[in-house]
């Protein structure tokens, strides 16, 4: 249940003494309907702190609940949005806290292994299995085209919470490096200490922001490492893993800021997993590859109906 301590703020002295009383007693009114909702389950210590807060005009008039005086329930006035298995909002942000939550209390530290193990298991658990079969053929393919390509610069756009991004950095040689961009910030941060606890942040760098943002800084990224066989300092492998409508624009803007290029390999996964949105609309992924003079495409996997796995690699034409 998330809660919240009210800080009253005088009126200017310009406000009349009936005036306010009048917004006093509106607080006092909002303060003891919450209140009792509340009731009996705030624990003593945290309803002494939260009245001693206030203040002592208004404190001392809060209802005693169990020989202490309750906190503030912040649902109710609607300052604080609520974070539970019983709120809307757990579908799309408690479950990714309940992840981390996971992965620190059982995978082994330093054990990327260990920690995959951990997030596997609990998305299976979390979506009883649902996506399963496309999920491993995606993990497949990145590991086969990692492993021919002997990549060292990567690049993945759609961090979410650092699955992918852990199953990259552990194919990467000791001086690899992946940058990895994701657009919200608490997906960024929880795939921080995922990718953390599994040992790895020496080799993922993972920027918060949109492509278009952070296009200068994905290059920065790059300065001190080593090319492998990329002729022209383009990036081995870019993973479009973000919204779908999004992926051939931020194609583009990548083979403009010469990030993609010749010598890159680019996978798209247009698959729709438990928990994405559904009908997002842009170009074709594939259909740009086909129409693209530089572009071969290796492999398409189809997985749900019209979705699918695409890789392609830009040839480097002399």
Not at 32 to 45: D, H, M
């Amino acid at each position: 249940l998330a809660q919240a301590i009210f800080v009253h703020k005088t009126s200017p002295a310009r406000s009349s003494p009936p005036l306010r009383r009048r917004s006093e007693a509106m607080m006092m009114n909002a303060l003891l309907g919450a209140a009792g909702r509340v009731g009996r389950r705030v624990s003593a210590p945290l309803a002494r702190s939260s009245a001693q807060r206030l203040p002592r005009h208004l404190a001392a008039r809060l209802p005693l609940v169990g020989h202490s005086r309750t906190i503030v329930n912040a649902e109710t006035v609607g300052s604080v949005m609520r974070v539970d298995k019983e709120h809307w909002s757990a579908f799309m942000f408690g479950r990714e806290r309940q992840l981390l939550i996971h992965v620190i209390n059982t995978a082994t530290e330093g054990d990327v292994q260990s920690v995959m193990g951990a997030m596997d298991s609990f998305w299976a658990s979390t979506f009883d299995m649902a996506g399963t079969d496309s999920w491993s053929i995606r993990g497949d393919t990145i590991d086969k085209v990692l492993s021919e390509r002997k990549a060292t610069r990567c690049v993945e756009i759609g961090t979410y919470c650092g699955y992918s991004a852990l199953r990259i950095a552990r194919n990467l040689p000791e001086d690899g490096l992946l940058v990895s961009i994701e657009v919200d910030p608490l997906f960024a941060a929880i795939a921080t200490k995922i990718v953390e606890h599994a040992g790895l942040a020496d080799k993922v760098k993972i920027l918060m922001g949109t492509v278009t943002q952070r296009a200068a800084r994905i290059s920065e990224c790059f300065e001190q490492v080593p090319a492998s066989s990329s002729p022209t300092g383009s990036v081995d492998f870019l993973l479009c893993d973000h919204s779908k409508d999004l992926f051939v624009p931020d194609l583009k803007l990548l083979e403009e800021q010469g990030i993609a290029g010749p010598g890159t390999v680019v996978m798209g996964d247009t698959t729709v997993y438990p928990g994405d949105a559904s009908g997002e609309r842009g170009q074709d992924l594939l259909s740009y590859f086909a129409k693209h003079p530089s572009y071969r495409v290796q492999q398409h996997i189809g997985t749900k109906e019209t979705s699918g796995i695409t890789v392609s690699e830009w040839v480097h034409l002399p």
